[in-house]
């Protein structure tokens, strides 16, 4: 097969909701290799191991960045809910989606599929990648395919603080994936907090929405028990509330009541550890649950408190400075005073 007719398999499988785990995984391997080839980067190389930081942030390295695409269910979803959602901006209106990469990363990896299924005159990109080896990798895998026709333009910039022409053309779809599980370190907040406070309400944000709740996993840490409530979300209402009082100040603290431990009342029940549980929904019905994807695992916080440990509640408060963090406080009881 040519180089496109590759792709274009790659797609179908992609954007097929029956693909199997097996060929899912195949297709993967074989998609890593092509852009591997397009791109010509050394995963070992030392200057593509290193990560960015942004001064408010940090920018996974081109290896790690590149990795990415390994994430099989990951990409899948970010795939076809892209799809899906250039395809319904494209079914109620005339002329070329216009697309908002924030992130490439050195392969463009949640875009390129789409290219074997319209043309330039049904999408446009607009690329912004900070990390200078990253976005010269992408453009060299846009050039291999012959798929310079569908980018606008490729911006090495920090989309944190990046101002859009608005002027030039509208924007359809911000698409932005730059996180990790939890939103630890990446700069994902701050990227889509810029980007969709300078866009209409009709511009779709992908992910659409990020989920972040606190759960109570089983004694082998591997389900879910019980869930204590949300602790933090992140999609177009929140971060529009939240820029209307101030960018770059913290988001509200939500405090969630920690309940004694079930085994104190009865040893059968005993359950496992605290957790911050991630859910995303990418766009439609294109979701990611738990251990679909590096970015779902439940991250453990601490064992289940007991007698001798004991907590009533944690405050969870999303910070923007220095760095995005998701900050915890553990609330103790109060002391019982003796008679």
Same mark, same amino acid.
């Given at each position: 097969?040519?180089?496109?007719?590759?792709?274009?398999?790659?797609?179908?499988?992609?954007?097929?909701? !029956? *693909?199997?785990? %097996?060929?899912?995984?195949?297709?993967? +391997? @074989?998609?890593?290799?092509? $852009?591997?080839?397009?791109?010509?980067?050394?995963?070992?190389?030392?200057?593509?191991?290193?990560?960015?930081?942004?001064?408010?942030?940090?920018?996974?390295?081109?290896?790690?960045?590149?990795?990415?695409?390994?994430?099989?269910?990951?990409?899948?979803?970010?795939?076809?809910?892209?799809?899906?959602?250039?395809?319904?901006?494209?079914?109620?209106?005339?002329?070329?989606?216009?697309?908002?990469?924030?992130?490439?990363?050195?392969?463009?990896?949640?875009?390129?599929?789409?290219?074997?299924?319209?043309?330039?005159?049904?999408?446009?990109?607009?690329?912004?990648?900070?990390?200078?080896?990253?976005?010269?990798?992408?453009?060299?895998?846009?050039?291999?395919?012959?798929?310079?026709?569908?980018?606008?333009?490729?911006?090495?910039?920090?989309?944190?603080?990046?101002?859009?022409? !608005? *002027?030039?053309? %509208?924007?359809?779809?911000?698409?932005? +994936? @730059?996180?990790?599980?939890? $939103?630890?370190?990446?700069?994902?907040?701050?990227?889509?907090?810029?980007?969709?406070?300078?866009?209409?309400?009709?511009?779709?944000?992908?992910?659409?929405?990020?989920?972040?709740?606190?759960?109570?996993?089983?004694?082998?840490?591997?389900?879910?028990?019980?869930?204590?409530?949300?602790?933090?979300?992140?999609?177009?209402?929140?971060?529009?509330?939240?820029?209307?009082?101030?960018?770059?100040?913290?988001?509200?603290?939500?405090?969630?009541?920690?309940?004694?431990?079930?085994?104190?009342?009865?040893?059968?029940?005993?359950?496992?550890?605290?957790?911050?549980?991630?859910?995303?929904?990418?766009?439609?019905?294109?979701?990611?649950?738990?251990?679909?994807?590096?970015?779902?695992?439940?991250?453990?916080?601490?064992?289940?408190?007991?007698?001798?440990?004991?907590?009533?509640?944690?405050?969870?408060?999303?910070?923007?400075?220095?760095?995005?963090?998701?900050?915890?406080?553990?609330?103790?009881?109060?002391?019982?005073?003796?008679?």
């Amino acid at each position: 097969m040519t180089k496109h007719q590759t792709l274009a398999h790659i797609t179908d499988v992609l954007l097929d909701p !029956t *693909t199997s785990l %097996p060929l899912l995984r195949d297709t993967i +391997e @074989t998609y890593r290799d092509l $852009l591997l080839t397009a791109s010509g980067i050394d995963l070992g190389e030392a200057t593509s191991v290193d990560h960015l930081d942004t001064g408010k942030g940090v920018a996974i390295g081109v290896t790690w960045a590149a990795l990415c695409v390994d994430d099989l269910i990951r990409t899948q979803r970010f795939v076809a809910g892209l799809y899906q959602a250039v395809h319904e901006v494209a079914a109620r209106r005339p002329g070329p989606v216009h697309v908002l990469y924030a992130g490439t990363g050195p392969f463009a990896t949640l875009a390129l599929p789409l290219m074997t299924r319209f043309t330039p005159a049904e999408l446009q990109l607009t690329c912004i990648e900070i990390n200078a080896l990253s976005k010269q990798a992408a453009e060299r895998v846009v050039k291999y395919l012959e798929f310079d026709a569908f980018v606008v333009d490729f911006v090495e910039a920090d989309a944190a603080t990046y101002v859009i022409d !608005t *002027t030039a053309r %509208p924007v359809d779809i911000v698409l932005s +994936e @730059t996180m990790q599980y939890c $939103l630890i370190d990446e700069m994902q907040v701050p990227i889509t907090l810029n980007l969709i406070g300078q866009l209409p309400p009709e511009t779709i944000l992908i992910p659409e929405q990020i989920r972040l709740s606190l759960v109570v996993l089983d004694t082998k840490g591997d389900k879910t028990v019980q869930d204590l409530g949300p602790i933090f979300t992140v999609d177009r209402q929140s971060l529009l509330a939240h820029q209307a009082g101030g960018r770059d100040v913290d988001f509200p603290t939500v405090r969630l009541t920690v309940p004694p431990h079930k085994a104190l009342l009865e040893p059968s029940l005993a359950s496992g550890p605290l957790a911050i549980r991630t859910g995303i929904t990418v766009y439609g019905n294109h979701v990611l649950y738990d251990y679909d994807s590096g970015l779902t695992i439940p991250k453990v916080i601490g064992e289940y408190p007991d007698a001798s440990d004991p907590l009533e509640a944690i405050d969870f408060t999303y910070r923007l400075l220095p760095s995005p963090l998701l900050w915890m406080d553990f609330i103790l009881p109060e002391p019982v005073a003796a008679e």
